[in-house]
């Protein structure tokens, strides 16, 4: 299933990919999580054939962390030669010289300090990349496009959002939360139908409108391909579904309980039909 823009998300994007002055193109993606922020990034490199580069933001991230980037397979195993990495804008520097069209994701940036974004401001204007002191890479800016999302933890600085093409997501439609959530997992649309009600109504209890689609999908995967009793698939969900403990033991509830055997039913009739047809 290919994820589907929205309209105003189409609309935004065209509006940026015809910008050519004032460095880099950026859409400042917002909206709860589940929204599709992520996946519309993804999206837009793939629609236009662009090279995809991701970074996760933390609140922990500091000024040298888009710069510098740290491979941790390399410091467990004592290669220290290799530890340091080129970090996401320093690897978007290297794209633009090679490619057309650069989508750099830059996820949650909320999550991040204030420090973060002012020398991100300066790299979407200048493109200047510092490697190390008295050499840097340059970004051909022109060839970039920058999609930073959001869940608004905290605002934004002034200056970024004046530089940024706003967009504000909404929540999935069912269907197609339905159906990206059973091609991410590879469980039958049939049981993927169910577990997203299930999970749906768990987090509404708890208060949560929006729960992310990689939290449906790893429900919908191991409700398919690990559990063994609709006590299993009860477990499952309070696991991926619930954020509280409070929320977790809804599973007990009449209405979950109901739904668990009607999600493990449809689990053995989906596997016997697909015995008879192997």
């Not at 208060?207 to 690990?226: D, K, M, T």
Request: aromatic share 4%; proline share 4%; charged share 20%.
């Amino acid at each position: 299933m290919k994820y589907q823009y929205p309209d105003n998300a189409r609309q935004a994007v065209r509006a940026l990919l015809t910008q050519n002055a004032g460095g880099a193109r950026v859409l400042l993606v917002t909206g709860a999580p589940g929204t599709g922020k992520t996946a519309l990034a993804e999206a837009i490199a793939s629609d236009y054939n662009a090279v995809f580069l991701y970074a996760l933001l933390h609140s922990w991230s500091g000024t040298d962390d888009l710069f510098v980037g740290i491979s941790v397979p390399a410091a467990v195993a004592g290669d220290a030669a290799n530890v340091i990495q080129p970090g996401v804008l320093a690897l978007a520097a290297e794209a633009s010289q090679k490619n057309e069209l650069v989508v750099v994701c830059l996820d949650e940036l909320d999550k991040a300090p204030d420090s973060v974004e002012s020398l991100l401001l300066d790299w979407l204007q200048s493109g200047r990349v510092p490697i190390k002191p008295g050499y840097h890479l340059q970004t051909r800016l022109e060839r970039v496009l920058v999609v930073i999302t959001s869940n608004g933890q905290r605002p934004h600085t002034t200056a970024l959002v004046r530089r940024c093409r706003r967009l504000r997501m909404q929540p999935l439609p069912t269907e197609l939360r339905v159906e990206l959530a059973a091609a991410r997992s590879g469980a039958p649309k049939g049981v993927v139908t169910l577990v997203d009600r299930a999970c749906q109504v768990i987090a509404q209890a708890e208060g949560n409108n929006a729960l992310s689609l990689q939290e449906i999908a790893n429900a919908c995967r191991e409700v398919w391909a690990v559990c063994e009793s609709a006590q299993e698939v009860g477990e499952t969900l309070a696991c991926w579904a619930a954020h509280s403990d409070e929320a977790a033991q809804l599973v007990n509830s009449p209405q979950l309980r109901k739904l668990c055997g009607s999600i493990w039913g449809e689990v053995i009739v989906a596997k016997r039909r697909a015995g008879c047809s192997s």
